[in-house]
C-alpha cells in the first residue's frame, strides 16, 4: 500500500515534469523571440516594404509574399490531396495495385526533404517550364511538397467515418456521391482541416526550397509570375548575411503571431462548418 | 385466410459467395406484401446476408458474388437494367445500430426526400412531420427538430432512422435486427410500430430474439448453416415445426 502510493507519486511527478519541460522550452524560445524582436516591431515594420536589403523600412511584401504563396499552394493541393483521398478510400478497390501505387508514391513523397523538392521545382518549374523564379514555380512545388500531408490526413479522416453512414445513406436511395459529399466528407471535414493546418505550417516554414523556386526579390508581388519573398526567407538571409538580428527577430516574432492567426482562423472555420453539421 | 395473397418480393435460388465461402444456398422465398416476414437461425447462418440481397447492399462488399435472382413486383432486381439507387428507394433498410447522420433530427429525416430532388420547404416540412408521426416519433421531437439528432435516446434514434426511410417512400422495408442495441421499453414501442407499419408496408426483419419474431411476424423463416431450412406462416412453424433442426432452435436446444 505505502509502496503503491510513492510509486505514484514518484510516476505522476514525472509525468507533470515532462509536460513542465515541453511548456517550459516553448515559452522560453517565444519570450526570448519577444524580447529579442519587440524592440523592431512597430507600425511601419508591418506596414512599409524592405529598404536597403531589409536595413530600413518593414517587412510587409514579405507578409503579402507568405500569404499569396501559401494560398497558391493550398489552391492547388487541397482539391488534388482531398480528391485522391476520395478515391483512394471509396472507389479504388483493396487490391488495385493503382491504388498501391499511389499510397506508395504519397508515403515515400512525405519523407523526402524539402530541398529535394526545391531542386526539382527549381530544374522543372523555373527552367524547362521557364515560370522563372515566381509566386507560381514556388506555389506549385510547395503544392508537390504538401500534397502527401493533405492526402494521409484527408484518407484518415475519410476512414474514421463510420461505415454505417454510407449504408444508411445508400439504404434511402442516395447514390455514391451523394452519400459521400453530403455526409462523408463533411464528417470528414475536421481531419482534412488539420491536414492543412499542417500543410501551412510547412510552406510559412519554408525556406531553401522556395529560395530556389519563387526567388527572394523584396518587391511587392502583385501577380503570380513575379517573385517573391517569404517571411521565413527573410529572417533567413537577415540572420545569415548579418544584416540585422534585430530585424530577424522582429521578423521571427510576427512569423509566431501569423501562425496563431491562421491556426486560429482554421478552428473558427471548423467550428462554424460542424455548427452548421449538427 | 386472405383471399389474394399478392407476392411483393421473390427471390429464386439465391447463392451468395463470399470469395470462398458460400453464405446462402439456393434460397426460394417469396414475401408477402403488407405481411411481417421474419427471418430466424443462430449467428452466421445466413440471414443477413439473405436481407441484404434484398437492396443489393451485398454487393458494396468486395469479392462477394451474387447467383439467383430476385424480383420485386416481378421486375428482376439483378437484371443490368435495374437502377440499383431507384431500387434502394423502394426498399429501405434499418440497419442493427441506429445510425443517425450528424445533422438535425428535421436534416436526418430530409435527407433521402431532398437527395430526391424536393426543395420546397414547406413539402419538405410536411414531409418530415408524416414521417416522424409514421415512426411515432412525433410527439417527442416536434418542439427541437432542429436540435442535434445525436442527442436523442438510443430507441428515439432508431425511430428517427424509421421516419428516415419512410421520407423517402419505400414500398418495402427491410430491418436487420432493428431491436438488438434497444432496451426492453424501446424493443417493445417498435415492436408496436413494426405492426403499424405493415399496413401500408411490407416488412423483413432479422432477429436473434424468436419471442419477437413470434410477436411480430406473420411469416417466419428459418435459416442454418446458408440453407433456409423451414418457411411457414409463424404460428405454425412455432407450434408445429415440420423439420427436427427447426425444432432444435425454437425450443432452446442450440442457438
Redesign the interface.
Known amino acids: 500500500m505505502q509502496a503503491n502510493n510513492i510509486q505514484e507519486k514518484i510516476l505522476t511527478f514525472v509525468f507533470w515534469f515532462s509536460a513542465f519541460i515541453i511548456v517550459g522550452i516553448l515559452l522560453t524560445i517565444i519570450f526570448y523571440i519577444m524580447y529579442r524582436g519587440f524592440s523592431a516591431i512597430d507600425l511601419n515594420f508591418i506596414l512599409q516594404a524592405p529598404r536597403h536589403a531589409g536595413r530600413e523600412g518593414g517587412i510587409s511584401t514579405t507578409i503579402v509574399g507568405t500569404v499569396y504563396l501559401t494560398l497558391v499552394s493550398l489552391i492547388i493541393a487541397v482539391p488534388l490531396g482531398v480528391g485522391a483521398a476520395i478515391y483512394l478510400e471509396e472507389y479504388a478497390?483493396?487490391?488495385s495495385k493503382f491504388a498501391y501505387l499511389v499510397n506508395l508514391t504519397a508515403e515515400t513523397l512525405a519523407g523526402v526533404p524539402s530541398i529535394v523538392f526545391g531542386l526539382f521545382g527549381f530544374v522543372f518549374f523555373v527552367i524547362f517550364l521557364q515560370m522563372g523564379w515566381s509566386m507560381l514555380s514556388g506555389g506549385m512545388t510547395m503544392a508537390i511538397m504538401i500534397l502527401p500531408t493533405i492526402t494521409r490526413t484527408s484518407q484518415e479522416a475519410i476512414l474514421s467515418v463510420?461505415h454505417?453512414?454510407r449504408?444508411?445513406?445508400?439504404?434511402?436511395?442516395?447514390?455514391k456521391w451523394?452519400t459521400i459529399h453530403?455526409?462523408v466528407l463533411?464528417?470528414a471535414v475536421p481531419g482534412i482541416v488539420t491536414g492543412i493546418i499542417l500543410s501551412i505550417g510547412r510552406t510559412v516554414g519554408e525556406t531553401a526550397a522556395l529560395i530556389l523556386t519563387a526567388g527572394s526579390s523584396l518587391g511587392m508581388p502583385l501577380n503570380l509570375m513575379e517573385p517573391a519573398r517569404t517571411m521565413s526567407v527573410h529572417l533567413y538571409i537577415l540572420a545569415m548575411e548579418g544584416i540585422s538580428m534585430e530585424r530577424a527577430f522582429g521578423t521571427a516574432f510576427l512569423i509566431i503571431i501569423l501562425i496563431v492567426i491562421i491556426n486560429y482562423m482554421a478552428n473558427l472555420s471548423l467550428r462554424k462548418l460542424s455548427q452548421a453539421?449538427? | 385466410m386472405q383471399m389474394n395473397k399478392i407476392i411483393k418480393i421473390r427471390s429464386e435460388n439465391i447463392n451468395v459467395f463470399y470469395k470462398d465461402f458460400q453464405a446462402l444456398f439456393d434460397i426460394k422465398m417469396n414475401i408477402e406484401e403488407n405481411q411481417v416476414t421474419a427471418l430466424i437461425g443462430p449467428s452466421g447462418c445466413g440471414k443477413s446476408t439473405f436481407l441484404r440481397t434484398l437492396?443489393r447492399?451485398n454487393e458494396?462488399i468486395?469479392g462477394t458474388v451474387i447467383k439467383g435472382q430476385v424480383y420485386l413486383d416481378d421486375i428482376p432486381v439483378y437484371d443490368k437494367v435495374v437502377d440499383v439507387?431507384?431500387l434502394?428507394?423502394?426498399v429501405?433498410?434499418?440497419?442493427q445500430?441506429p445510425?443517425v447522420?450528424?445533422?438535425?433530427i428535421y436534416e436526418n429525416v430530409a435527407?433521402?426526400p431532398k437527395?430526391?430532388g424536393i426543395k420546397n420547404k414547406k413539402q419538405l416540412d410536411s414531409i418530415v412531420e408524416k414521417s416522424l408521426q409514421a415512426a411515432n416519433l412525433w410527439k417527442e421531437v416536434s418542439d427541437r427538430l432542429n436540435s442535434?439528432a445525436?442527442r436523442l435516446s438510443g430507441g428515439q434514434q432508431q425511430r428517427l432512422?424509421i421516419a428516415?426511410?419512410l421520407?423517402?417512400e419505400p414500398e418495402v422495408i427491410l430491418m436487420d435486427e432493428p431491436a438488438s442495441a434497444l432496451d426492453p421499453i424501446s424493443t417493445a414501442r417498435l415492436e408496436e410500430l413494426i405492426a403499424e407499419l405493415k399496413n401500408k408496408y411490407t416488412i423483413a426483419i432479422v432477429t436473434h430474439n424468436m419471442q419477437q419474431a413470434a410477436r411480430v411476424s406473420d411469416y417466419t423463416a428459418f435459416f442454418l448453416n446458408g440453407e433456409m431450412i423451414e418457411f411457414n406462416r409463424t404460428d405454425e412453424l412455432f407450434v408445429n415445426p415440420r423439420d427436427k433442426r427447426t425444432e432444435d432452435y425454437i425450443t432452446g436446444r442450440f442457438g
Open positions: 478497390s483493396r487490391k463510420p454505417d453512414y449504408e444508411n445513406s445508400l439504404a434511402v436511395g442516395a447514390s451523394q453530403r455526409i463533411p464528417s453539421k449538427s | 437492396n447492399l458494396l468486395e439507387v431507384a434502394r428507394k423502394k429501405g433498410m434499418v440497419f445500430k445510425s447522420f450528424p445533422l438535425s435527407y433521402g437527395i430526391h442535434p445525436s432512422v428516415r426511410v421520407a423517402v
